[in-house]
């Protein structure tokens, strides 16, 4: 193996032979989806711990008594949407079209921001029912403490969110960000509501 | 051989993308930052932060090594008493005699110390940083500022760690574990040295997540032309392996404390259950189960252990093949063997936890997985043995520590299968059994990895030679030590001794008080040459020999730029055409193939 | 060359997303029994995550190494973390009762 020794030039350029991307992707856009693999195990952690918490419990509250659930539907509606702004804004941002981009970031970061306002009055309502960290009207306290530190993180993640989105539409205004600069703040944003789609059935609903 | 200058490839020709304006080739000019901080200090080089973790660990095995020799005094002389150690640790010691609380706080720290503050940082943080950018061929890491960050994040937590020693009721006294209800509840006795302990773990958790997203990134996406997955010296392959297994594996303890510092702040009942009665007192918890916290735990804790032995046995397969002037045995099947023993190593934690009230179910399964993982295991401690084969060794000092981890994995690898096995771990669970095992494994078997990586690659990284003598005499004072101690330990736990116990001669069945005296001295001894080590390191820094270019005649890429690297590591990247080992070819005339040839630049 | 969607599936998908949480909320107010209401709710959920994912974080236009890494890396541990807590759970139940 060692005799035919083929210059670097005439060697074979395969995805994974070195010199090139393997996945077709740089290396910041790779980099932001390892890191949501790992922020999406933080989440998997406390849902596990959720599931398994609310397994051994007796007794768990049904949820609809304790949630407004046409509130928590119209903030999951208001993610959504936000989501789909997010997509149209990284469309757009390739089209190179950083008007229509920066339209639809605003649009995306207040949509972010309305849904924080909505989980800020849940919190707000459900502690002035008696809901803390340590005790639950309805039932066994693991649920409100569940309750408190997932949708604090969501919402720590969506604040987040809402301020790199802030960040964006300052570049954009600027003619500044480029396309795949959009494209990596909306995984992260894409993320947050996947985040949701699994907390919403799985805490809200089940 | 032809070389014929090749046009720099495009980092990125991925579909539709542009090339990304701020890929890192081009963030750096030829030169490097010149003044003092930004060169070494706020240094966004790979070199240097490595450097600067490897100096931070260093730092920080100071204490765990003076604190291990403090829990070893305690447990040799446990009568006695020692006014000097008074007067020095007033906060430890009264009257001469070792707090029972503080020799609890000794053993916590030492152990959260030693494993994520000196092995993780200068095993897999600093030769890490230090090694990848070299070996795979890049310029830098991926991202190098966020590099830099990582850094400053460990040094907060390094910190907050030193300081939980000089709050109120001490540093955090619960075992590195950290196991609740011990470690949730203020009552059973844990301060405020335990919401720093848990509040120094979030910064060093980020860092090592953020460090790992950049080993991987850089792994994957950086190599240079020609360097394809299969002719990746196998330190990158276990370095890779250790970050996968990073980012997986710590969100699970990030969540466990998180939920604990709620227990401890919050007053929530996440790991606590109903009916808790502390000096008399019911506790208002419900609902919770330590049990989820163990779970959740060691879904971290056991894919750490390889996390720090694998890179490691990367280490050594590499000094093996440089010192043994022959091609590693059986890379490829190393290389898989170490995807297996990583896949398995995430699915086998609960043989920790066999005696914790968990479902016997689930104690079969983990028994079976943790045997399986013997398999692969064995493939990789093999082909570590079979690298010798007919090799010329060449004995310096990186080939005697290589030896050594061989030696250790095998006592260390054996010792497992019987805390593996569900049966007879029943049996020695918590006893010293388990303290000497874990001690080769993560104690011997990293420690070294990290020796060995040192005395290979300080010329690579100062440019100047360690001193062979001191070398040797500190490799055979550690080995001596080490091997003697941890060895007497296993039959001290076969005794029935158990780990965490504060006055060893409290039991009477526990009658190994001179084994633990040996032991002690051995430790002793052991501790003593790394006083060498540390000599050592520092008239090399200054006096040792001048080194060229490739010192040790290896065939990995770092060996192709001058000693010390450069800042850009080199003006043109080199171009791979062979595998990482190819030693004592027959038409090679200085008797082997460096992997890269460095093209004309132009 | 990078895939670049028409604006109108992102907004096409988006009715299909506000449709399947318009049909989780329904299932779960129409008292069905246990098990169905359960499925529904997981198969919808799993829809909603896999358009998000594979149409507005354009997965599906990435090379499938990239997303096996991603998909597999995620699910995969937290599947194992999940089926392996589980027996300790219902276990945990048992002893309550």
């Given at each position: 193996?060692?005799?035919?020794?083929l210059s670097p030039a005439e060697q074979p350029r395969a995805d994974w032979g070195g010199g090139v991307s393997p996945f077709g992707v740089s290396w910041q856009k790779l980099m932001m989806w390892f890191f949501l693999v790992t922020d999406a195990l933080?989440f998997?952690?406390?849902?596990?711990?959720?599931?398994?918490?609310?397994?051994?419990?007796?007794?768990?509250?049904?949820?609809?008594?304790?949630?407004?659930?046409?509130?928590?539907?119209?903030?999951?509606?208001?993610l959504i949407t936000s989501s789909a702004t997010m997509a149209t804004a990284v469309g757009a941002a390739h089209r190179k079209d950083l008007r229509r981009a920066m339209i639809f970031v605003l649009l995306t970061a207040i949509g972010g921001?309305?849904?924080?306002?909505?989980?800020?009055?849940?919190?707000?309502?459900?502690?002035?029912?008696?809901?803390?960290?340590?005790?639950?009207?309805?039932?066994?306290?693991?649920?409100?403490?569940?309750?408190?530190?997932?949708?604090?993180?969501?919402?720590?993640h969506v604040?987040i969110g809402v301020i790199l989105l802030g960040i964006v539409t300052v570049r954009l205004a600027r003619g500044k960000a480029t396309g795949h600069g959009v494209e990596i703040a909306g995984l992260y944003w894409h993320f947050v509501d996947v985040v949701w789609c699994f907390?919403?059935?799985?805490?809200?609903?089940? | 051989?032809?070389?014929s200058p090749a046009p720099q490839a495009p980092r990125f020709p991925a579909p539709g993308h542009a090339a990304p304006a701020h890929a890192p080739a081009e963030v750096h000019a030829h030169?490097?930052?010149?003044?003092?901080?930004?060169?070494?200090?706020?240094?966004t080089?790979h070199?240097?932060?490595?450097?600067?973790?490897?100096?931070?660990?260093?730092?920080?095995?100071?204490?765990?090594?003076?604190?291990?020799?403090?829990?070893?005094?305690?447990?040799?002389?446990?009568?006695?008493?020692?006014?000097?150690?008074?007067?020095?640790?007033?906060?430890?010691?009264?009257?001469?005699?070792?707090?029972?609380?503080?020799?609890?706080?000794?053993?916590?720290?030492?152990?959260?110390?030693?494993?994520?503050?000196?092995?993780?940082?200068?095993?897999?943080?600093?030769?890490?940083?230090?090694?990848i950018p070299?070996q795979v061929g890049a310029h830098d890491m991926a991202y190098p500022f966020l590099n830099a960050l990582s850094?400053?994040?460990?040094?907060?937590?390094?910190?907050?760690?030193?300081?939980?020693?000089?709050?109120?009721?001490?540093?955090?006294?619960?075992?590195?574990?950290?196991?609740?209800?011990?470690?949730?509840?203020?009552?059973?006795?844990?301060?405020?040295?335990?919401?720093?302990?848990?509040?120094?773990?979030?910064?060093?958790?980020?860092?090592?997540t953020m460090g790992g997203l950049n080993f991987v990134a850089t792994i994957l996406n950086m190599r240079t032309r020609g360097m394809s997955l299969m002719r990746m010296?196998?330190?990158i392959w276990?370095l890779f392996y250790?970050s996968v297994?990073?980012i997986l594996?710590?969100?699970?303890?990030?969540?466990?404390?998180?939920?604990?510092?709620?227990?401890?702040?919050?007053?929530?009942?996440?790991?606590?259950?109903?009916?808790?009665?502390?000096?008399?007192?019911?506790?208002?918890?419900?609902?919770?189960?330590?049990?989820?916290?163990?779970?959740?735990?060691?879904?971290?804790?056991?894919?750490?252990?390889?996390?720090?032995?694998?890179?490691?046995?990367?280490?050594?397969?590499?000094?093996?093949?440089?010192?043994?002037?022959?091609?590693?045995?059986?890379?490829?099947?190393?290389?898989?063997?170490?995807?297996?023993?990583?896949?398995?190593?995430?699915?086998?934690?609960?043989?920790?936890?066999?005696?914790?009230?968990?479902?016997?179910?689930?104690?079969?399964?983990?028994?079976?997985?943790?045997?399986?993982?013997?398999?692969?295991?064995?493939?990789?401690?093999?082909?570590?043995?079979?690298?010798?084969?007919?090799?010329?060794?060449?004995?310096?000092?990186?080939?005697?520590?290589?030896?050594?981890?061989?030696?250790?994995?095998?006592?260390?690898?054996?010792?497992?299968?019987?805390?593996?096995?569900?049966?007879?771990?029943?049996?020695?669970?918590?006893?010293?059994?388990?303290?000497?095992?874990?001690?080769?494994?993560?104690?011997?078997?990293?420690?070294?990895?990290?020796?060995?990586?040192?005395?290979?690659?300080?010329?690579?990284?100062?440019?100047?030679?360690?001193?062979?003598?001191?070398?040797?005499?500190?490799?055979?004072?550690?080995?001596?030590?080490?091997?003697?101690?941890?060895?007497?330990?296993?039959?001290?736990?076969?005794?029935?001794?158990?780990?965490?116990?504060?006055?060893?001669?409290?039991?009477?069945?526990?009658?190994?008080?001179?084994?633990?005296?040996?032991?002690?001295?051995?430790?002793?001894?052991?501790?003593?040459?790394?006083?060498?080590?540390?000599?050592?390191?520092?008239?090399?820094?200054?006096?040792?020999?001048?080194?060229?270019?490739?010192?040790?005649?290896?065939?990995?890429l770092?060996?192709?730029?001058?000693?010390?690297?450069?800042?850009n590591n080199w003006e043109t990247l080199p171009t791979v055409s062979?595998?990482?080992?190819?030693?004592?070819?027959?038409?090679?005339?200085?008797?082997?193939?460096?992997?890269g040839?460095?093209e004309?630049?132009g | 060359m990078e895939h670049v969607t028409s604006y109108r599936t992102y907004w096409v998908l988006w009715v299909v997303l506000l449709?399947l949480?318009?049909?989780?909320?329904?299932?779960?107010?129409?008292?069905?029994?246990?098990?169905?209401?359960?499925?529904?709710?997981?198969?919808?959920?799993t829809v909603k995550v896999v358009t998000i994912g594979a149409w507005y974080m354009h997965l599906r236009y990435e090379r499938l190494s990239l997303i096996l890494s991603v998909v597999l890396g995620t699910f995969a541990t937290?599947?194992?973390?999940?089926?392996?807590?589980?027996?300790?759970?219902?276990?945990?139940?048992?002893?309550?009762?």
């Amino acid at each position: 193996m060692t005799s035919a020794v083929l210059s670097p030039a005439e060697q074979p350029r395969a995805d994974w032979g070195g010199g090139v991307s393997p996945f077709g992707v740089s290396w910041q856009k790779l980099m932001m989806w390892f890191f949501l693999v790992t922020d999406a195990l933080l989440f998997a952690g406390f849902l596990v711990s959720y599931a398994f918490v609310r397994l051994a419990a007796e007794t768990w509250p049904k949820q609809t008594d304790v949630f407004p659930m046409v509130k928590i539907a119209a903030m999951t509606f208001i993610l959504i949407t936000s989501s789909a702004t997010m997509a149209t804004a990284v469309g757009a941002a390739h089209r190179k079209d950083l008007r229509r981009a920066m339209i639809f970031v605003l649009l995306t970061a207040i949509g972010g921001a309305l849904f924080l306002a909505g989980q800020v009055t849940e919190w707000a309502t459900l502690i002035a029912e008696g809901a803390r960290l340590t005790q639950n009207p309805w039932g066994p306290p693991p649920f409100a403490a569940f309750f408190f530190m997932m949708t604090g993180f969501h919402g720590t993640h969506v604040l987040i969110g809402v301020i790199l989105l802030g960040i964006v539409t300052v570049r954009l205004a600027r003619g500044k960000a480029t396309g795949h600069g959009v494209e990596i703040a909306g995984l992260y944003w894409h993320f947050v509501d996947v985040v949701w789609c699994f907390i919403f059935p799985l805490f809200y609903l089940l | 051989m032809t070389t014929s200058p090749a046009p720099q490839a495009p980092r990125f020709p991925a579909p539709g993308h542009a090339a990304p304006a701020h890929a890192p080739a081009e963030v750096h000019a030829h030169h490097g930052p010149q003044s003092f901080w930004t060169r070494y200090v706020f240094s966004t080089d790979h070199k240097t932060i490595a450097k600067q973790y490897l100096f931070t660990a260093a730092f920080m095995s100071i204490f765990a090594v003076g604190w291990s020799m403090l829990i070893r005094l305690q447990l040799a002389y446990p009568h006695n008493t020692w006014p000097i150690l008074s007067s020095l640790f007033p906060g430890l010691y009264q009257d001469g005699v070792l707090l029972p609380e503080r020799y609890l706080s000794l053993t916590t720290m030492h152990g959260t110390v030693m494993v994520f503050f000196v092995i993780s940082l200068a095993l897999v943080s600093g030769f890490g940083n230090f090694i990848i950018p070299l070996q795979v061929g890049a310029h830098d890491m991926a991202y190098p500022f966020l590099n830099a960050l990582s850094y400053w994040t460990i040094v907060p937590a390094c910190l907050l760690m030193m300081v939980s020693f000089f709050v109120p009721d001490g540093a955090a006294s619960a075992g590195w574990t950290a196991y609740p209800p011990l470690s949730a509840l203020a009552e059973a006795g844990s301060g405020l040295g335990q919401t720093i302990w848990l509040l120094a773990m979030a910064p060093f958790i980020a860092s090592f997540t953020m460090g790992g997203l950049n080993f991987v990134a850089t792994i994957l996406n950086m190599r240079t032309r020609g360097m394809s997955l299969m002719r990746m010296p196998l330190t990158i392959w276990t370095l890779f392996y250790a970050s996968v297994l990073g980012i997986l594996t710590f969100p699970a303890l990030t969540a466990a404390a998180i939920m604990l510092l709620l227990d401890r702040l919050g007053g929530t009942s996440f790991f606590l259950p109903a009916g808790l009665i502390v000096s008399g007192q019911v506790l208002p918890h419900q609902g919770g189960t330590p049990l989820l916290f163990q779970h959740l735990f060691w879904f971290l804790g056991h894919p750490e252990v390889y996390v720090l032995a694998l890179p490691a046995i990367g280490i050594a397969f590499d000094v093996l093949a440089a010192f043994g002037r022959r091609p590693s045995f059986g890379y490829r099947n190393t290389v898989w063997s170490i995807l297996a023993v990583s896949a398995l190593g995430m699915i086998a934690w609960g043989h920790h936890m066999f005696t914790s009230g968990m479902n016997p179910y689930l104690g079969e399964y983990f028994s079976i997985v943790t045997v399986l993982i013997t398999l692969p295991f064995s493939v990789i401690a093999i082909n570590l043995v079979a690298s010798l084969w007919r090799a010329e060794i060449r004995l310096h000092t990186p080939m005697l520590f290589a030896l050594g981890l061989i030696a250790a994995i095998g006592v260390g690898g054996l010792g497992g299968l019987w805390l593996g096995t569900a049966t007879s771990d029943m049996y020695l669970q918590d006893s010293y059994f388990v303290v000497g095992h874990f001690h080769f494994m993560i104690g011997v078997v990293t420690g070294f990895g990290i020796f060995a990586g040192t005395y290979y690659w300080f010329p690579k990284m100062f440019g100047r030679m360690m001193n062979e003598t001191l070398g040797r005499v500190h490799f055979w004072l550690t080995t001596l030590g080490t091997f003697a101690a941890f060895m007497g330990m296993h039959f001290l736990g076969m005794g029935g001794y158990l780990r965490r116990i504060y006055d060893p001669t409290t039991y009477r069945y526990a009658q190994h008080q001179p084994l633990n005296v040996f032991i002690s001295y051995a430790l002793l001894l052991a501790a003593l040459g790394q006083v060498l080590f540390a000599v050592n390191l520092f008239w090399s820094l200054f006096r040792g020999k001048r080194a060229g270019a490739n010192p040790w005649d290896a065939t990995t890429l770092e060996w192709t730029t001058e000693s010390p690297a450069g800042h850009n590591n080199w003006e043109t990247l080199p171009t791979v055409s062979r595998g990482p080992y190819e030693y004592r070819t027959d038409n090679a005339p200085a008797g082997f193939h460096p992997q890269g040839e460095v093209e004309a630049a132009g | 060359m990078e895939h670049v969607t028409s604006y109108r599936t992102y907004w096409v998908l988006w009715v299909v997303l506000l449709l399947l949480t318009v049909i989780m909320l329904v299932t779960e107010a129409a008292g069905l029994p246990r098990l169905v209401t359960v499925g529904v709710i997981l198969l919808a959920m799993t829809v909603k995550v896999v358009t998000i994912g594979a149409w507005y974080m354009h997965l599906r236009y990435e090379r499938l190494s990239l997303i096996l890494s991603v998909v597999l890396g995620t699910f995969a541990t937290a599947g194992a973390l999940y089926f392996l807590l589980i027996p300790d759970g219902l276990a945990m139940h048992r002893l309550a009762q």
